[in-house]
């Protein structure tokens, strides 16, 4: 057919496919911006509150965190103390939970999920989709004294330096849109974050001892409705993608990629880390790449449900999932996994602070930031902060 000459048949076929154009501009999806060279170079590194002894932010989780334990409510604590004074815009809530042990001896355990997100202003619950960071905050109750640096108290720490890292940009963003008289509305993106509870197991792995939070939110989530007539039906459903982190924090992590339909995510990050690397902003030495999979294409990641972590109760039910972990055939998980070396003498902390960089790249990407972030931040460089005002900080959160 020449593109000169078209009938009515092939005249139809053109209105197809331009109402079929028009519908997909309507449906909220995934928008995704890359960031340029001089954004990536100056966001921010964690430096003093990182500290493994004194740091502010990093520091409180580095205690044994058992469900129904003095140190488990300690570590909620900061975190719900970090959002109401770091990131005041932020909306908390508390998913509560009990449930039955094999050591709890027929006594219930409390567990509680930790969720703080952000929407653009003046939009409604339902109207938005968020990008979800997850970790797990629990820790495991054998062997005694276990600290699960890597599992998952780094985490918990780089998702809180991200989002701190992208907040005034977010303000800076939609205030600027809403000062062009464009309609929030339209601007589908708002962000979460969710520390699970209870992802260990008590005795052994099984279905039932393991993953308390995530299979109680999940389950709480996909039965809840969001008002009549929202975009999204259920909270559920609000979630855009649901990105797990677990074990992560030594060295030379190998990031595979588990679902095609979220490949390119993986893919964005593994050219997040390749152009950080590039410009000297990570600080690890690592020979290869994290991410193993990236030169993949999608139809050649295997969907394997061999990890047994937080997102299989949400996956079950559709939710779109990014699982970073540090797994590699033959190498299996990081060598401290599940003994008492996960402490935090053990992690690699350029490591760890590189993640953090990581992962305010990729979030600022997925909220489209470029041209919002700066060197101003509520971030302060280590260069920026006289050792009083570190103290100060760090007694501000001294539990
Ligand atoms: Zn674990």
């Known amino acids: 057919m020449s593109t000169a000459y078209c009938d009515l048949r092939c005249l139809r076929g053109h209105f197809l496919y331009l109402y079929l154009g028009l519908l997909l501009l309507l449906i909220p999806g995934e928008a995704y911006e890359k960031l340029s060279e001089d954004t990536l170079k100056a966001l921010p590194r964690p430096s003093q509150d990182f500290d493994i002894h004194t740091g502010a932010l990093f520091s409180p989780i580095l205690q044994p965190r058992v469900p129904g334990t003095p140190g488990h409510t300690a570590v909620l604590e900061h975190f719900a103390t970090f959002f109401r004074t770091t990131l005041p815009e932020w909306q908390i809530d508390f998913q509560n939970s009990t449930s039955k042990t094999p050591v709890s001896h027929g006594k219930d355990v409390p567990f509680v999920n930790f969720i703080a997100y952000r929407d653009p202003p003046g939009t409604a619950k339902g109207d938005v989709g968020r990008l979800t960071l997850v970790a797990h905050y629990d820790s495991k109750l054998e062997p005694e004294g276990f600290i699960g640096a890597i599992d998952s108290a780094a985490p918990c720490a780089m998702i809180m330096h991200a989002m701190r890292s992208i907040d005034s940009a977010l303000d800076k963003k939609w205030a600027a849109m809403e000062a062009e008289g464009m309609d929030l509305l339209d601007e589908h993106h708002g962000i979460q974050v969710l520390f699970l509870d209870g992802e260990e197991a008590f005795k052994e792995w099984t279905s039932t001892d393991s993953l308390y939070g995530a299979r109680s939110l999940a389950e709480h989530w996909e039965t809840q409705m969001n008002p009549a007539m ?92 990014l699982h970073l972990i540090d797994f590699a055939p033959f190498k299996g998980f990081p060598s401290v996994w599940h003994t008492a070396d996960d402490d935090a003498e053990h992690l690699d902390m350029d490591t760890v602070k590189d993640w953090s960089v990581l992962m305010t790249a990729f979030a600022a990407e997925w909220m489209e930031l470029d041209g919002f972030l700066d060197h101003g931040d509520k971030v302060r460089r280590e260069e920026d902060l006289d050792e009083s005002e570190a103290i100060r900080l760090n007694k501000k959160t001294e539990l």
């Open 230 to 321: 929202s975009t999204f039906k259920t909270p559920l459903s609000s979630i855009s993608l649901f990105v797990l982190l677990d074990l992560l924090g030594a060295k030379s992590p190998n990031i595979q990629s588990y679902y095609p339909t979220t490949h390119w995510a993986y893919q964005s990050l593994g050219a997040l880390e390749k152009r950080l690397r590039s410009l000297g902003h990570l600080k690890s030495t690592s020979t290869d790449p994290w991410f193993i999979d990236t030169s993949k294409d999608s139809h050649q990641v295997m969907a394997f449900g061999g990890i047994q972590d937080d997102h299989l109760p949400f996956l079950a039910r559709g939710v779109e999932i």
